[in-house]
């Protein structure tokens, strides 16, 4: 859920992805610490004036990642389309 | 969530979600009563009604960032979805380009002469019938069927003018009425469903 939001838009911060997943915070916090270690995801952290933001952006591989698993899918689950 | 078609559908779910909150909608609806108001109450300044809402829109699109962004946060979308917002605001201002040539064309043809009648008949309801169009084109451009309801309700306050022969103004001061109301009941649905967030 969390790859999949990501992968539709540029990049997104925690609290857009907490309200389109409705995931917790810890929920988030750990997937994507995950999804950084492997490559999947970057970490932007800038400010927004005097307010701090960090967003979250679907790496290449990431995307690439993401790609096979709904070609994986795909060919699983018949001839839907992937 | 994997297909090509559910991702499209995500993706568009979630741009319209975006634009939920009402903010723009109680501007709009704001701007129409206020435009209504001085066609009815100030005719004097009736010409410069418009001008106070410009003067606005760039307050108004900063204090709904501030009001949106720690609740549903900040989200930059996909190049494809950018391209298709500038090509949507150029379709928009294309057509309103149009209708003002038009619109100024056929007041010419038919404002002089024996069928001026007609004309005198819909001129009150045109401002309302034109903002119609606008709203139903965002409506369909954008994605957000409200928009194309704005635009019903602004076409039937439009007749309901030319039925009552009422003076212009009253059609935007009654579909602002109700749009505003729609607005304020957006807002709330809003509020209840997205507290701030301390996240960052």
Redesign the interface.
């Known amino acids: 859920m969390l790859v999949s939001n990501l992968y539709v838009v540029e990049s997104a911060d925690f609290t857009w992805l907490s309200a389109r997943t409705g995931l917790t915070d810890g929920n988030i916090s750990s997937h994507m610490s995950r999804l950084e270690e492997a490559g999947y995801v970057t970490v932007h952290k800038a400010f927004e004036g005097k307010k701090p933001r960090t967003t979250y952006t679907l790496s290449s591989m990431g995307r690439e990642a993401f790609d096979d698993y709904r070609s994986t899918i795909g060919v699983i689950l018949g001839p839907a389309e992937a | 969530?994997?297909?090509?078609?559910e991702?499209?559908a995500?993706?568009r779910v979630?741009y319209r979600e975006a634009y939920s909150d009402g903010i723009f909608d109680l501007f709009f609806g704001l701007s129409l009563v206020w435009i209504g108001a001085a066609w009815l109450w100030l005719p004097d300044y009736s010409g410069l009604a418009g001008v106070l809402p410009a003067i606005f829109i760039a307050p108004v699109i900063e204090a709904r960032k501030r009001f949106v962004?720690?609740?549903?946060?900040?989200?930059?979308?996909?190049?494809s979805?950018a391209r298709q917002e500038r090509r949507g605001l150029v379709q928009i201002l294309g057509v309103g380009v149009l209708m003002l040539v038009g619109g100024v064309a056929v007041y010419l043809w038919f404002g002089t002469g024996a069928d001026s009648e007609v004309m005198d008949t819909l001129v009150p309801a045109l401002p309302s019938l034109l903002l119609a169009l606008g709203a139903g084109l965002l409506g369909l451009v954008a994605g957000i069927p409200r928009a194309v309801g704005y635009a019903a309700i602004l076409v039937g306050a439009g007749f309901l003018t030319i039925l009552r022969e009422a003076d212009p103004g009253l059609d935007m001061f009654v579909s602002g009425t109700v749009i505003t109301a729609i607005a304020v009941g957006l807002i709330v649905s809003f509020v209840r469903h997205?507290p701030v967030?301390d996240?960052?």
């Open positions: 969530m994997s297909t090509r078609s991702l499209e995500l993706e979630a962004e720690p609740r549903i946060g900040y989200v930059k979308w996909s190049e979805r997205h967030s996240a960052t």
